[in-house]
């Protein structure tokens, strides 16, 4: 390529792969890979985890460097201009690269001096940051005591000290609410509006990928395809349907899609089930459901999701989707008891922190076999109401009932009925999978031949086998995922709390994770769970969305998005829009 041609593309890479040594294997994390932006866009990397998304970011910032090939930025090559490429360099990682122990501004003057920003610029740059991120009166917080979407606008705002002419973000989104995820995307616009910045970013939300004017899907340290989000619509275009029924819940509906020969994916949203079809299929819906089933098939735009399910599985040489089986056999009605029993009940429950109130006065039901979910922006107070149902934190007035206990004199017999699943997995890093599945089992009390059967379903189930003797923290994050619910599973209990588990994962993960939830349902299991992932709470019976501790909103995935209508609001079938709306007129920000 001509010199001057290359000093244009803010990043430019030209056959590069990467290899990583494995204990004694040697992983091709990328392949022959190919790559040019240019300045003034914003490009999502999309993929399955351990794609290779977070590699080509670190090669792209020049953290590490290529095995073969050659990248460049802006004219500099990351081997031999490190120096002067990091100087106009933005480089964000997972975890948004703070120091906890820190304030804000102590944070902001780190990353000034690192970059060496005079005193006088410096005060420059921080107000101007101040004022896009709005954290102008937290300055002297610890990052450590801010909220997630803070830190996420905080790690930003560090990225962005020295002004970077390429921003490159991982999955900044990651763990935060609808509201902060707006709030960063408003920011990247301005970015890339105002400086002309190229922002390269990965995420696993297909909607933030919708917004980019490139996306770049890898899998397997291969590019499968790039360009813009309507090149990838064109792929489905004709393929996507939207499937209802007055007789049949969406939930089984979507169980009964999913032995359909031609359906690629079928997911929940709205009041029906998104169906994408093999390219040219076209099934007798009424001969398959049966005559006395009315079902309507609506005929909807594709989107860029439905292009990525359907160019992985296409990759991958499988058909669709797989799905899986649970610990007790499936009841042929997935439908759940007209009389359910409460198996959790919160009366008036309050929790203090030295001073401040986490939860106020929270009351709510949740009936056997429901899925039932807990919303809420960063800090409404859903975690700690996680560990006060898990008997891992007593709440400081009113009462908590699990599985017919009371927490407060019977807590230990409550936990040996639940299963819990944490935010970071709870799994122990410097241990194999064999031996975290060893570790639970025995917590769980389960000995002997139990104990041994037990394990072995878990490497059935999960399809562990190949990581057998790997240490957990070694592993892609979706086997993390698979190994922490096993471990939450293994004492078969009757209910399970999730708390965030599918924050990072990617869409076929996410798919595969919720089959096995909705299969669990089935056969009784209550489940509780808290998701940042607005078309998860599709999938929820009920939800109770939290604020600052109390309630803001309760009902059905439908009732919650009537109840965001108003005056200014008409009505909207998005659950993120109407989450949204709801957060910001009660004023509830994070």
Avoid at 90 to 114: C, H, I, K, T, W
Avoid at 182 to 211: N, P, Q
Avoid at 567 to 573: C, I, K
Avoid at 580 to 586: A, D, K
């Amino acid at each position: 390529m001509n010199s001057s041609v290359d000093s244009q593309a803010a990043l430019d890479f030209r056959n590069v792969g990467k290899a990583f040594l494995s204990g004694r294997k040697t992983v091709q994390a990328l392949e022959n890979i190919s790559l040019r932006l240019t300045s003034g866009g914003i490009t999502a990397l999309v993929g399955p985890d351990g794609a290779g998304k977070t590699t080509l970011l670190r090669l792209a910032a020049g953290l590490l460097l290529p095995d073969s090939g050659c990248i460049e930025s802006f004219g500099l090559n990351t081997l031999d201009d490190a120096d002067r490429l990091h100087r106009q360099t933005g480089y964000m990682p997972q975890r948004f690269g703070l120091y906890e122990d820190l304030s804000v501004l102590e944070n902001l003057n780190l990353y000034a001096d690192l970059y060496g920003i005079d005193q006088i610029e410096r005060q420059n740059r921080f107000t101007e940051l101040m004022k896009m991120t709005g954290l102008a009166k937290f300055n002297q917080r610890l990052a450590g005591r801010l909220s997630g979407g803070m830190k996420q606008k905080l790690g930003l705002a560090c990225t962005l000290v020295n002004r970077p002419r390429l921003l490159l973000l991982d999955e900044p989104s990651v763990g935060v609410d609808p509201v902060s995820r707006r709030e960063l995307w408003h920011i990247i616009t301005l970015l890339v509006k105002d400086f002309g910045t190229c922002v390269l970013l990965s995420t696993a939300y297909m909607d933030e990928a919708e917004r980019c004017d490139h996306v770049i899907l890898l899998d397997q340290g291969q590019i499968l395809r790039q360009g813009a989000p309507a090149e990838f619509h064109a792929l489905a275009e004709g393929c996507s349907f939207m499937l209802s029924s007055p007789q049949l819940s969406k939930r089984q509906i979507r169980q009964r899609l999913a032995e359909h020969v031609d359906v690629i994916d079928a997911v929940v949203q709205g009041e029906a089930v998104r169906t994408v079809l093999r390219p040219r299929a076209q099934p007798d819906w009424q001969a398959y459901f049966g005559e006395a089933v009315h079902l309507q098939s609506l005929p909807v735009a594709p989107r860029l999701e439905d292009a990525f399910i359907m160019l992985l599985l296409e990759h991958r040489g499988i058909r669709r989707q797989s799905e899986t089986v649970c610990f007790l056999p499936i009841s042929d009605s997935v439908s759940a008891p007209a009389n359910r029993a409460a198996v959790i009940q919160v009366d008036a429950v309050d929790r203090w922190f030295d001073g401040f109130q986490a939860v106020k006065k929270l009351s709510f039901n949740v009936q056997q076999g429901e899925i039932f979910g807990l919303l809420g922006a960063n800090g409404a107070g859903k975690t700690t109401t996680f560990r006060m149902l898990c008997g891992l934190l007593p709440a400081s007035n009113g009462s908590l009932g699990v599985a017919g206990l009371d927490l407060r004199n019977a807590a230990a017999q409550a936990r040996a009925r639940i299963g819990y699943m944490s935010q970071k997995f709870s799994l122990y890093g410097q241990l194999s999978v064999r031996q975290n599945l060893d570790f639970f089992s025995h917590a769980y009390g389960l000995r002997n031949r139990r104990r041994l059967d037990r394990i072995e379903w878990a490497f059935q189930q999960f399809d562990l086998q190949d990581y057998s003797d790997s240490d957990s923290a070694d592993l892609p994050l979706g086997y993390k995922q698979r190994l922490a619910l096993a471990c939450a599973l293994m004492h078969e209990p009757e209910i399970l709390f999730l708390d965030e588990p599918t924050s990072g994962i990617d869409p076929l993960a996410r798919r595969e994770f919720w089959a096995r939830i909705n299969q669990l349902a089935a056969q009784g299991v209550t489940i509780l769970i808290t998701t940042h992932f607005m078309e998860e709470a599709e999938y929820c019976d009920r939800l109770l969305i939290m604020r600052e501790g109390d309630i803001l909103a309760a009902g059905t995935p439908a009732e919650i998005k009537q109840s965001s209508q108003g005056p200014e609001h008409p009505p909207t079938d998005n659950m993120e829009e109407a989450f949204i709306r709801l957060v910001e007129s009660s004023g509830a920000v994070s």
